[in-house]
């Protein structure tokens, strides 16, 4: 069993910054795609961004130049550098993995328990 933990969320000011960390424990082989979707409240749940395990970055066009993920393999862990964040980026934020464990030929999709971000003055 593999888990995702988030961590870093919380309530800031427009303008403000966050930095929002996921890591991933368990029987773990290996990590292809992590990632960080986001759902609003009424919305459906979006990519926000997603690295690959060679550091290839993807954004959703609302965030480009102002979100940055990153990832540290040693530690199968990513982190979402947000700056500039605006009311529309309020959000519970999901940490998502595809994690092939231990003994096993397959990968499986993983999700973290959320993290509350919320912007506002």
């Known amino acids: 069993q593999v888990q995702l933990v988030e961590s870093g969320g919380g309530l800031v000011q427009p303008g403000g910054s966050l930095r929002l960390s996921c890591a991933a424990a368990?029987?773990?082989?290996?990590?292809?795609?992590m990632g960080w979707y986001r759902q609003a409240p009424g919305k459906q749940r979006d990519l926000v961004a997603a690295?690959?395990?060679?550091?290839?970055?993807s954004y959703a066009d609302s965030v480009k130049g102002r979100f940055t993920i990153s990832r540290d393999n040693d530690k199968n862990t990513i982190y979402l550098q947000m700056n500039s964040l605006k009311p529309e980026d309020t959000a519970v934020y999901y940490c998502?993995?595809?994690?092939?464990?231990?003994?096993?030929?397959?990968?499986?999709?993983?999700w973290g328990q959320g993290t509350q971000v919320t912007v506002s003055s």
């Open positions: 998502n993995a595809w994690v092939r464990e231990s003994g096993s030929a397959l990968g499986r999709n993983y």
């Open positions: 690295i690959t395990s060679g550091a290839s970055a």
């Open positions: 368990g029987s773990i082989f290996s990590i292809n795609i």
